[in-house]
């Protein structure tokens, strides 16, 4: 576990997702130094009642509609959560479209990406 003390890792996914055991999984296994999430229903919701359970720092980034826009904060938003990020894990359901932002984002950044099943999926 030592090997992931300093990773910051980021969470991201569909707000249809109320359940996603792999994701818990994960977390456990990299015990991270901090997660970066959206503060959105869905997986950034678990993403952050797991790291608050386990005292793990939080760090929730929400969109900046003032700043950007209502069309283009959310995927500034998810360049700036992948930005800060060692590690992202994806959350997808196949159809959301930030979910999809924040991948794309991830590999123009160059972060590494773990796509973990959706319960049910294996």
């Known amino acids: 576990m030592d090997k992931y003390k300093n990773y910051v890792v980021a969470v991201v996914g569909s707000r249809t997702v109320t359940a996603c055991s792999a994701l818990a999984r994960r977390l456990a296994e990299l015990h991270p130094a901090q997660v970066v999430s959206g503060g959105a ?33 959310p995927h500034v938003r998810n360049a700036e959560i992948v930005r800060r990020a060692t590690l992202v894990l994806v959350v997808w359901d196949g159809r959301s479209k930030g979910t999809l932002s ?13 796509l973990l099943p959706l319960d049910g999926a294996g």
């Open 102 to 114: 924040a991948l794309r984002a991830a590999r123009r950044l160059g972060r590494p990406c773990e």
């Open 41 to 73: 229903a869905g997986v950034d919701a678990l993403a952050a009642a797991w790291a608050r359970a386990h005292g793990v720092p939080l760090l929730e980034l929400r969109p900046d509609y003032a700043a950007h826009g209502p069309t283009a904060a």
